[in-house]
């Protein structure tokens, strides 16, 4: 069983795989083109975003309109990187723009914005430029010492470049990541002022090891909030912990600050050694977009920067229950009411029946909502529909959020009766079809003339082999009711998956749109697993080494 | 020239070949079951309703003569002489200035919002208009018969362009084997796996609602699998048959093989497949076009007559026809699938 379990999941891998690669391939297609026309260059930093004085002063740039270009990784190339970007090439193209007038603007605001984690390549060029480069590099560099504080001793020296060669020589030795790693352990273990003083005078060149100390999950709160106080002040992006913030804050905000710098670490990074050599395939947009996948970490909403995965963790369980419970009804009333019609077929009750099932498979579930909506439910009884149009996740959300687990299966009761009429009818017609199908096999035959009673070799014999198209029907029923769902969500107002995706079109949140396509077809993966494991059950014979494997 | 060689007559004849004698026996059992015969009148009425939509419902005559000129089927060539003119407006100068006028059976356009000169906003089915008017006081009959156009234009178009791909990627896996079959089918799974609503919606939302054709590609993207999964097992089922190993040992081509011996017996079980694949077409057009992302608005689908009536609270007749001739549509097409399948197994 586990053996016949592993070898599906495996072959389920280039599935997945292809489903990464297909969504890729949509977002690049779609996306390419609607920034076609924008034409941001994607190392640039927003015009509009000019150098403010601290502390207003910002490198954060979460407003800049490439910032969802960033989170799906366009400025990369697709599959292989052969010039990776990080902070010591980002540097060096800035220093030849400063030697161009018409570039330097820009490449003065790009230092800057970089922070002090160029100063370990930049101070070291300084004098082999030109005067009018060296010139805006000290300007670029001025505007830096009033971020690390030593602005005042700047502007008491009477050669700036000396100045900087001289700080450089001094504190040079600082620029090291196993120095910054050393001044953040002791900064949350002893709260050492100093620590935090000197972390502050690296400046953006900490902002490596930081995240990776405030990915431990297992920091406290306290150091936490510190550690977040810093990046605030570092990134100037006002996103602080509140003090005695819960567990789910401390996550949302955790993944908040994670998925802006993921956004932004090549800009403060320097790859080397093994890191530089397996960026070429790293450093890409379909290795980015692999990890997205595989960590289910999609970022944040585009449209209002609430991580996604956690929009997720909200609206998933209530499209699953509807989507869940709708099959469970069609289970239970297709395998009864299909033995009885193939008991006794061509009678009134089957003939009728069959009908009734005709029809309903026919009838759009949308239509039979709005039916029900219209004539046998009161939508007063509905107390979530303020109206009778259907609302965009607007007053609803709430009110489901705060509903005990009894009246959210109460209220689920009419959605998943208008979701499942389709599937009812569906199983119903399949399960008498191989009902009469198996009556006329030889084994039944043989436990009849045996002189078995008819409950015996319909229970005993038939409905074993019977039931198992009715398995194989879950997973490719399981992408329809999640498609059913969502217009069934639209038209009760039920803030599931659907509700919030329509949402999404309407807002333009790419983010959450290519989020959704690839959960829902791991849901309906998932459901293909599971209904593997109980076809095995049904019918042990598909396992190895029982007989011939199944064909596709 | 060496005479080719083939299978000895006898062989030759028991292949179920879909020669007309087969055809005449498929057509005479399909006919036998009184559903399948509703079906068939469903959908031919269908079919009549679709093609000739502008000769039923339309704002201008099917032909007239208006001051001393001669107009057929203004409404197709789009006769600048009769700009600004409807069914109504020429029939009041007929009747002033003599000439004759022939109107269409229900003389209001599908997006023809000014009816007899006064508007009518959610009308009661009257004489005029057998089916009330809608929100926008446009002739409910009138748009649902254009909506028949919609529905099988979506529904057949897709089914086409989802069977042609389907059918060349299940034969060639079958045919060929190995590699190409393996990737056939991981994307075969693929597909089948993505939820078609899901998918078509992120589609829409990045490229922006686009025409009816994006639609019907989209539609055809999610629904070529059973076509590509039915070709294949077909396929490989036929090609163990012997009278295929005989033609393979014969030496005949590949190409020969496949259209003589083997497309006339798998084309059956396909064809079925495939027609079932019209009506989930149809659905999911529908339900697109009843959540707003659908087919644009002024053109008459009958999921957006059925968003019309569910916004504008319309109570009876808006919100009923549309569900209905889309229940009866997809029902029929169905029972035709489920009556070939059983005509086909039959002979």
Redesign the interface.
């Known amino acids: 069983m586990l053996r016949f379990l592993l070898r599906r999941i495996v072959t389920l891998i280039p599935t997945v795989f292809g489903i990464a690669l297909f969504t890729f391939i949509l977002i690049n297609l779609a996306l390419d083109r609607s920034s076609a026309h924008t034409d941001t260059h994607a190392h640039a930093l927003d015009a509009s975003q000019a150098f403010a004085p601290p502390p207003a002063f910002a490198v954060n740039d979460d407003e800049s309109p490439d910032a969802y270009q960033r989170a799906l990784a366009l400025h990369l190339p697709l599959f292989l990187n052969p010039a990776i970007e990080d902070i010591q090439t980002h540097t060096a193209r800035s220093l030849i723009q400063l030697q161009q007038p018409d570039t330097r603007r820009r490449a003065i605001r790009d230092l800057i914005h970089r922070g002090a984690a160029v100063i370990p390549y930049l101070v070291p060029e300084l004098p082999h430029l030109p005067p009018d480069a060296r010139d805006a590099a000290l300007e670029a560099l001025e505007a830096i010492a009033q971020r690390i504080g030593n602005h005042e001793e700047l502007a008491l020296a009477e050669d700036p470049a000396a100045y900087w060669a001289r700080y450089h020589s001094v504190y040079g030795s600082d620029y090291a990541s196993a120095r910054v790693t050393r001044l953040i352990r002791r900064l949350v273990r002893h709260r050492d002022t100093l620590a935090l003083h000197e972390l502050r005078r690296l400046d953006t060149f900490i902002l490596p090891e930081l995240m990776s100390t405030l990915a431990d999950d297992k920091l406290d709160l306290d150091a936490r909030a510190q550690l977040v106080g810093l990046l605030c002040d570092i990134s100037g992006r006002n996103d602080p912990l509140p003090p005695g913030a819960t567990a789910e804050q401390i996550r949302e905000n955790q993944l908040r600050w994670q998925e802006w710098w993921h956004q932004r670490y090549d800009l403060y990074t320097a790859f080397t050694g093994l890191r530089r050599l397996t960026g070429t395939v790293t450093e890409t947009r379909f290795f980015h977009w692999m990890r997205r996948v595989l960590t289910l970490d999609f970022g944040v909403s585009a449209k209002d920067g609430r991580p996604i995965r956690l929009i997720l963790a909200k609206r998933l369980p209530i499209t699953l229950w509807l989507s869940g419970l709708a099959m469970l009804l069609a289970y239970l009333v297709a395998i009864p009411t299909g033995i009885i019609t193939a008991m006794k077929p061509g009678t009134r009750l089957d003939r009728a029946l069959s009908w009734f099932f005709a029809v309903g498979y026919a009838v759009p579930s949308f239509w039979l909502a709005m039916l029900v909506l219209r004539f046998l439910v009161h939508p007063s009884s509905l107390s979530w529909l303020s109206n009778h149009d259907p609302s965009y996740l607007a007053g609803s959300t709430h009110y489901w959020e705060e509903l005990h687990f009894g009246a959210f299966l109460r209220q689920l009761i009419v959605p998943v009766l208008c979701l499942s009429s389709v599937s009812v009818a569906m199983f119903s017609r399949f399960q008498r079809a191989s009902m009469l199908r198996i009556a006329q096999a030889d084994f039944v035959r043989t436990a009849r003339a045996k002189g078995l009673s008819e409950t015996q070799v319909i229970f005993r014999h038939a409905l074993r082999s019977g039931l198992v198209p009715l398995v194989t029907l879950m997973a490719v029923q399981m992408p329809f009711l999640i498609s059913g769902a969502l217009v069934i969500e639209w038209m009760f107002g039920i803030p599931g998956m659907g509700l919030e995706t329509l949402d999404a079109i309407r807002s333009a949140d790419y983010t959450w749109l290519i989020a959704v396509v690839t959960v829902t077809a791991i849901i309906t993966i998932v459901a293909s697993i599971l209904a593997d494991i109980l076809y095995a059950l049904v019918d042990p014979r598909i396992l190895p080494g029982r007989s011939t494997a199944r064909s596709h | 020239m060496p005479k080719r060689p083939s299978l000895p007559k006898a062989v030759q004849r028991i292949i179920p070949m879909f020669s007309r004698r087969a055809l005449r026996r498929v057509i005479r059992i399909y006919f036998r079951g009184p559903?399948n015969i509703f079906a068939a009148v469903v959908i031919f009425a269908a079919l009549f309703c679709a093609l000739f939509a502008d000769l039923i419902a339309a704002d201008l005559p099917i032909a007239c003569r208006l001051n001393g000129e001669l107009h057929i089927l203004p409404a197709l060539t789009h006769s600048e002489a009769l700009a600004g003119y409807d069914n109504q407006r020429i029939a009041a100068e007929v009747a002033q200035n003599g000439g004759w006028t022939l109107a269409p059976l229900i003389p209001y356009g599908p997006e023809q919002m000014k009816c007899d000169g006064d508007i009518q906003w959610l009308g009661a089915p009257s004489r005029q208009h057998l089916l009330g008017t809608d929100d926008n006081g446009r002739d409910v009959l009138a748009r649902l018969i254009h909506g028949f156009r919609t529905a099988l234009l979506v529904g057949l178009g897709s089914m086409l362009i989802g069977a042609f791909f389907g059918i060349a990627l299940g034969a060639s896996a079958a045919w060929f084997g190995g590699h190409l079959d393996r990737i056939a089918?991981?994307?075969t799974?693929?597909f089948?796996?993505?939820?078609?609503?899901?998918?078509i919606?992120?589609?829409?939302?990045?490229?922006g609602k686009g025409s009816l054709w994006q639609l019907v590609f989209l539609i055809a993207a999610t629904c070529w699998t059973d076509v590509a999964r039915a070709t294949r097992a077909e396929m490989?089922r036929v090609a163990n048959e012997p009278y295929v190993e005989a033609a393979r040992a014969l030496g005949l081509g590949h190409i020969r093989i496949l259209r003589r011996y083997m497309i006339p017996v798998i084309k059956g079980p396909i064809l079925v497949s495939a027609t079932f694949s019209v009506?989930s077409a149809m659905?999911i057009e529908?339900?697109l076009s009843?959540?707003g992302?659908g087919v644009a608005a002024p053109t008459a689908s009958w999921?957006g007559l059925?968003r019309d009536?569910?916004?504008s609270?319309a109570?009876g007749v808006l919100?009923f026809a549309p569900?209905i001739a889309?229940?009866?549509l997809?029902?029929a097409v169905?029972?035709v699938s489920e009556g070939l399948s059983e005509a086909l197994d039959r002979t």
């Open positions: 559903a089918r991981h994307m799974q693929t089948t796996i993505f939820p078609a609503l899901f998918l919606l992120a589609i829409q939302g990045l490229l490989l009506a659905v529908s339900t009843f959540i992302y999921g059925l009536a569910l916004y609270e109570q919100m569900g889309l229940t009866c997809v029902l169905n029972l």
